[in-house]
C-alpha cells in the first residue's frame, strides 16, 4: 500500500488514513517558527473543481483536556501499530483543516508517501459513528436555521401586509398622507 509512485498516494488518499501533516499551517505560528510535524486523520477527500483537497484532523499524543470533544483515541498497542503511530495518541474532530493534496505540509515518508498508516476496524467504527453524530448535529442546526428563516419572512410579509391593511383604513378615513 505504501510503496507506490510519489503522487499516487493522492488518488489513493481515503477516509481513515493517518498521514504527516505540518498543524498547524505556517499561517497560525510565530514568524520564525515552524509548525509541527503530527499525524493528522483523514476525514474526507472532497473534489473542488479539478483539485482534491483533504479534511484532516488534529492529531496528538498529549491526553490533557485542551482540544477535547469529538475524538478517536488510539491506545491499544495493535491499533497504535496499525496507525503507524510510535505512541497512545487521539485525533480531535473539533480541531481540523481543509487542505489541498499540493499542500507543503505534507510530510512524505519512505517513497514519497505521507501515509504512515491507517485506522483499524475498530477505530473505523468509531469514526463513522463520529462523523454520523456530527453530520446529525449538522442537518438539525440547518434545519432550525432554515425554519428561523421561513418564520423571519412570514412574519414581515404578515407584518407588510398588516401595514398595508392599516394605510387602507387610514386612508378611507381621510387621515392618511395622500393616496400611494
Known sequence: MFDQHPHDWQQDLALGDVVLFRFPTTEDVPDGETPKMRPCLVLDTPRLGLHRFAKLAYGTSAYGNSNRGREVSIRQPTS??????????????????????????????????????????????????????????????????????????????????????????????????GAR
Open 80 to 177: 497504535i501499530e496499525a496507525a503507524g503511530l510510535d505512541r497512545p495518541s487521539r485525533f480531535t474532530l473539533e480541531r481540523t483543516l481543509l487542505v489541498s493534496l499540493d499542500h507543503p505540509g505534507f510530510e512524505a515518508e519512505k517513497h514519497g508517501d505521507p501515509r504512515i498508516g491507517r485506522l483499524d476496524e475498530g477505530l473505523m467504527e468509531r469514526l463513522h459513528a463520529l462523523r454520523a453524530r456530527m453530520q446529525a448535529a449538522a442537518d438539525i442546526a440547518a434545519d432550525h436555521r432554515r425554519v428561523r428563516l421561513e418564520e423571519r419572512r412570514r412574519w414581515q410579509a404578515e407584518g407588510r401586509a398588516a401595514a398595508q391593511h392599516n394605510r387602507r383604513l387610514l386612508q378611507g378615513r381621510g387621515l392618511a398622507g
